[in-house]
């Protein structure tokens, strides 16, 4: 297994367990996985945050298809899981197991309105940030959603820190083309250039981090419209297809905005596939440096 460390900390295995908590009040250990059929028909995410200074947890899981239909499970108050990441709310039931370190997750969820039974088994390797303690791995997924079989891909992530939602704003996108290449970028608007987290895998390849990745993106009011990824020699269009946002309020009553997207990305010599991307938006976003599309 491949691991690209870019950060000052080490990753191993013992990495995809818990972390002890910091004291801050917005210290945080978050869990992503998200997923995308081949043509683009159907994807979703889902995301568990771990807020143990506020004594609870957030649990999303949202489903859309390409004609914009969709299903959202929010809650914001679920009591904090154990080790094993079971969770339980009103009129659901959730569990998230790592089968293999670094190799595979198990997702269940069972609700009302949206049963998952997936696993994101690792294509490519593992990609660990240098700017925070966090790492993403491009996966294939496979399964059940509400009972159908589903082939497809993804990412998931673990991070684990400070995360303020309602100061800093950020552009994350994560896609897989056709041919069998993912892409992966994040960018944060902090006012200065830096290194920012990116990689390539090539078909059947293993995972490359690159340098000089950029982002631009044009909106259409609150809404984004069109992001233009600059990886060098490989600049991707990225334009939304099904949005899945939500709305985080802080203790103090700041709200932001989370307008998460299944998306279709387009390279600039023609390959086309799916994925996810995010624009999160606190108070105040537009004057955090987001770059226009040009």
Not at 63 to 78: I, Q
Not at 194 to 204: I, K, S
Not at 209 to 235: Q, Y
């Amino acid at each position: 297994m491949r691991i690209v460390n870019k950060g000052e900390w080490p990753l191993t295995h013992e990495d995809e367990q818990a972390h002890e908590p910091g004291g801050e009040p917005l210290w945080n250990e978050s869990h992503y996985f998200d997923f995308v059929a081949p043509d683009g028909e159907l994807g979703g995410y889902v995301r568990i945050g771990l807020y143990p200074n506020w004594k609870r947890a957030w649990y999303w899981a949202c489903l859309v298809t390409k004609d914009g239909r969709g299903k959202t499970l929010t809650d914001h108050e679920v009591p904090l899981p154990g080790a094993d990441l079971t969770l339980a709310g009103d009129g659901y039931q959730a569990s998230h197991h790592t089968t293999k370190p670094f190799h595979s997750v198990r997702l269940r969820l069972a609700s009302a309105n949206l049963a998952l039974d997936l696993e994101w088994r690792t294509e490519g390797g593992v990609y660990g940030y240098s700017l925070t303690p966090r790492y993403e791995i491009p996966c294939e997924v496979t399964g059940t959603i509400d009972g159908t079989p589903f082939h497809g891909y993804g990412e998931r992530d673990h991070s684990w820190g400070v995360r303020d939602w309602w100061s800093i704003s950020w552009l994350w996108s994560s896609g897989r083309l056709a041919d069998g290449t993912h892409l992966h970028g994040m960018q944060a608007n902090l006012g200065v250039a830096l290194p920012w987290p990116a990689f390539t895998v090539p078909p059947g390849g293993e995972l490359e981090h690159v340098e000089g990745f950029s982002a631009a993106t044009e909106f259409d009011g609150d809404r984004p419209a069109e992001t233009l990824l600059r990886f060098p020699g490989l600049a991707t269009k990225v334009r939304p297809i099904a949005f899945a946002p939500v709305t985080l309020t802080s203790p103090e009553g700041a709200v932001a905005q989370f307008p998460r997207a299944m998306c279709r990305f387009e390279t600039e010599d023609g390959r086309r596939g799916y994925g996810w991307t995010e624009w999160h938006q606190p108070p105040g976003w537009r004057e955090h440096g987001w770059h226009p599309l040009t």
